[in-house]
Each structure stands twice: as structure tokens, then as C-alpha cells.
T-cell receptor, first 113, second 118 residues
Framework: GESVGLHLPTLSVQEGDNSIINCAYS??????FIWYKQESGKGPQFIID?????DKRQGQRVTVLLNKTVKHLSLQIAATQPGDSAVYFC????????????FGSGTRLSIRP | DTGVSQNPRHKITKRGQNVTFRCDPI?????LYWYRQTLGQGPEFLTY????????KSRLLSDRFSAERPKGSFSTLEIQRTEQGDSAMYLC????????????????FGPGTRLTVL
């Protein structure tokens, strides 16, 4: 079965610096990867996704990198702001399932002023 | 606000009672999902509907759990004879598909219903 793991449960960065959150997945057949942001008391919010035919995708202040060779995914947040404080989940579309998403355990990002 | 709503937002119940949660997906979305999230963990998949058909259920969904989506719009998740281990956040998500079962699509989550079983 598929599994997803995040490298660090917590990450503290200085406001204005770039943040990098890493994630590893187990199933080389996985073809769709998503990053979600979850603030306290709210449901996960879609940030950005990437499919396995791409290595990099950019959004507004965020970039997702996919390394299929080592089954590694990362989320980069540029110029981190206080509003970026949240738990970040990487999620993998379950290849054996039509639509199930498998989430990692999350990295809590905190911002130092 | 993603457009997915869930009610109630909080539910406190005594062990052994039945509880029911409701999810209203984004109106044009034909797929609806239920997840459970415990403290410090990522959401875990419970079940999934395409229109009114329940197409997949996790083994986490014991026989005390039942979900319905009778008209292919809103969905309910019922837990019978609640146990303290059922305390969690129950999340609903919805998405649209092209009709091809294997198409991947973006899931948008509601705010969740936090269940506390005393």
C-alpha cells in the first residue's frame, strides 16, 4: 500500500525567509501529488498540485518540486509571512484507488518575527 | 471558504449515543469524500461517493459507521453507539470529475465537524 511521510514535524523560519517542507512517498506508481495547508480549527486548504509527468510547478509564492527517482516531494514558500503559519500536509493520490488521498502526518510551520 | 459546508461544527456526546453529521458539497461537484482526522495526524480516508453511489469504503469504517448520499447532493455520516475512540475531526471534501473513474481531481475540504465522545 501507499504511505506518505514528512521529514520534520515542525519547522521554524524567520519572517521573510524562504521555507522548504519535505515529504517522501513509498509507491513509485503514484501519479498525483498535492500540498494542503491547514490552519487551526479549519479544514485543509488546497495549495498546489503536481502530476508525475512534471518535475516542478510554480504558484503564487509557492513552488512544488517532485523527484520521482528518490520519491521525494518538497514545497517551497518564498518570503514567508505570518499568515503562512499552519500545518502543511503533502498528500498522494492512491494509485490503487479511484480517488482516495493519502496524507502525511504534517509539518507545523511557525514564523519568527 | 471553499464552498463545502459541514454541520454541526462541534458535537459533544456521551458514549453509546448515535450522532449524525451533514456535508453540503460544492454544488457542481459530483464526488464527495469523508475523512477522519485525529490530533496531530493527517486526515484518513473513510469513504467516497460518486453521485449517489458509495464506491469505496475504508476498513476504518466499522459497522457502526454509515454514510449516505441519497440524491447525489448532500451527504450524512452516522456513527452508532459512539465510543471514546471515535473522538476526532470528521472532514468532508468534494470534487468534480470528467466521468472517467481514474481521473484525478482536486478535493476541496469543508471546515469539519469536531466530535467529542465523553
Amino acid at each position: 500500500g501507499e504511505s506518505v511521510g514528512l521529514h520534520l514535524p515542525t519547522l521554524s523560519v524567520q519572517e521573510g525567509d524562504n521555507s522548504i517542507i519535505n515529504c517522501a512517498y513509498s509507491n513509485s506508481a503514484s501519479d498525483y501529488f498535492i500540498w494542503y495547508k491547514q490552519e487551526s480549527g479549519k479544514g485543509p486548504q488546497f495549495i498546489i498540485d503536481i502530476r508525475s509527468n512534471m518535475d516542478k510547478r510554480q504558484g503564487q509564492r509557492v513552488t512544488v518540486l517532485l523527484n520521482k527517482t528518490v520519491k521525494h516531494l518538497s514545497l517551497q514558500i518564498a518570503a514567508t509571512q505570518p499568515g503562512d503559519s499552519a500545518v502543511y500536509f503533502c498528500a498522494v493520490h492512491g494509485y490503487s484507488s479511484a480517488s482516495k488521498i493519502i496524507f502525511g502526518s504534517g509539518t507545523r510551520l511557525s514564523i519568527r518575527p | 471558504d471553499t464552498g463545502v459546508s459541514q454541520n454541526p461544527r462541534h458535537k459533544i456526546t456521551k458514549r453509546g449515543q448515535n450522532v449524525t453529521f451533514r456535508c453540503d458539497p460544492i454544488s457542481e461537484h459530483n464526488r464527495l469524500y469523508w475523512y477522519r482526522q485525529t490530533l496531530g495526524q493527517g486526515p484518513e480516508f473513510l469513504t467516497y461517493f460518486q453521485n449517489e453511489a458509495q464506491l469505496e469504503k475504508s476498513r476504518l469504517l466499522s459497522d457502526r459507521f454509515s454514510a449516505e448520499r441519497p440524491k447525489g447532493s448532500f451527504s450524512t455520516l452516522e456513527i452508532q453507539r459512539t465510543e471514546q475512540g471515535d473522538s476526532a475531526m470528521y472532514l468532508c471534501a468534494s470534487s468534480s470529475s470528467s466521468g472517467r473513474l481514474r481521473r484525478t481531481d482536486t478535493q476541496y475540504f469543508g471546515p469539519g465537524t469536531r466530535l467529542t465522545v465523553l
